[in-house]
């Protein structure tokens, strides 16, 4: 029996573990992976206090003054300097500031003269320029979050405490593979009556996209035979996918296959359009994940459900779909019924549902980086109204110059 889709999350949400094999990866190599430790600062950052401009380390009491230049220092020098009153010391972007400094001056609002003498500007504030120890960084701060997804800054602040390795969950490892006689891989010659399968290279792509280590096993033939030898060469991984064979065709042994490895069925089906007989089940400690044939419906689906499965295993914290809120272009009709994935085009205001969007269609999504799910009872979404997006493609450029600045009232 088909479940509803928020029974469909429930359902991945409670069965799916993360993966326990960990693994230390440089702290290089770790964007994308999920962190299992908790790392905390062993030292503060700044780790002394330190000058933020080239200028002058003087006291705020000889504003005004004509002071004499003692000393210089720069960013990497070990002095242990004492600033005096009526006295100033040269200083370098990142320097130590000499102990009794009160201000940094930039040094192109002095006046400099002769014989090492400058003269300071009438006004100075109290600290300014100067970069106090641990006002960035304190020691015991947190750098990374068991189950937190790395980044390129998150590397910046594990790399300002020399941290070199980071252990983290290791890659989900997906098998994907899909069934139908009229489909041949990209790579071989086609005959008319058949098709080339797009379907497993955009899996595969896409599961690598997500931080995966995913394979292609093949094409399997509609035979019941040729299928469970699929299966059988996908169970050393952690999740297998496959696309075709799951409605109910004369031709479609694809179930057949699964309950012959004795396959614990999760859900049979989701009320959702399209992508109705997706399947989810699993085989001892292995998931899988049968999604339609028809090209749109596949990826939908896996946008939609696919991708959480995946955070689930990588030890993801954040599993949940986030949105963005937009305006719609223009009025969208919808047959009511089932909820209802739309997939569209973002331009920073506005979403505007794709004209093609028929679940046997393989060019829609290339023009897509978003999609929008529409509530069962919706019938008619008026233009700007606001809709809730789900991102796809998500380098958020575009062919258009924007000003990209934030003004005031």
Not at 86 to 93: E, L, Q, R
Not at 330 to 359: C, H, M
């Amino acid at each position: 029996m088909s479940v509803s889709v928020k029974e469909a999350f429930e359902l991945i949400i409670k069965n799916i573990k993360s993966i326990q094999k960990k693994e230390l990866v440089k702290i290089e190599d770790s964007s994308f992976r999920i962190s299992t430790q908790t790392i905390k600062a062993t030292y503060p950052l700044p780790r002394f206090d330190n000058s933020a401009m080239d200028g002058y380390a003087v006291f705020v009491g000889d504003a005004g003054k004509k002071i004499k230049v003692v000393d210089k220092i720069f960013a990497g020098d070990d002095k242990n300097l004492v600033l005096e009153s009526n006295t100033a010391v040269k200083i370098m972007t990142g320097a130590k500031v000499p102990q009794g400094t009160s201000a940094i001056v930039p040094q192109e609002n002095v006046e400099e003269l002769d014989d090492n003498y400058i003269i300071l500007p009438q006004k100075l504030k109290e600290n300014q320029h100067i970069r106090f120890i641990g006002e960035d960084i304190q020691i015991d701060d947190i750098m990374l979050n068991e189950n937190e997804e790395i980044n390129y800054a998150t590397i910046s602040q594990l790399a300002s405490q020399g941290v070199c390795e980071v252990e983290c969950f290791a890659k989900p490892r997906v098998a994907v593979f899909g069934s139908g006689e009229e489909l041949r891989p990209h790579y071989e010659k086609i005959k008319s009556y058949q098709i080339y399968n797009s379907n497993t290279p955009t899996l595969v792509s896409r599961c690598r996209e997500l931080g995966c280590e995913a394979t292609f096993v093949g094409s399997a033939k509609d035979s019941l035979d040729d299928i469970k030898k699929h299966i059988s060469k996908s169970l050393d991984y952690d999740l297998i996918i496959t696309s075709g064979g799951v409605s109910v065709g004369e031709a479609d042994f694809t179930r057949e296959a699964f309950d012959h490895f004795e396959m614990d069925y999760i859900f049979k089906g989701i009320v959702i359009k399209p992508g109705k007989p997706t399947i989810f089940g699993k085989i001892g400690d292995k998931f899988v994940l049968n999604l339609p044939g028809n090209p749109l419906a596949s990826q939908s689906i896996f946008e939609l459900f696919g991708k959480t499965m995946i955070r689930k295993l990588s030890g993801a914290n954040k599993i949940f779909h986030n949105t963005i809120r937009a305006k719609l272009k223009e009025n969208l009709p919808n047959k009511k019924g089932r909820i209802t994935i739309v997939p569209g085009y973002f331009d920073g205001e506005f979403f505007e549902a794709s004209q093609k969007r028929s679940p046997g269609m393989v060019s829609v999504l290339s023009k897509c980086n978003s999609m929008i799910a529409l509530d069962e009872n919706v019938e008619l979404l008026k233009e700007k109204q606001e809709v809730n997006i789900l991102p796809l493609n998500w380098k958020f450029f575009t062919d258009t110059e924007k000003d990209f600045l934030t003004y005031g009232n």
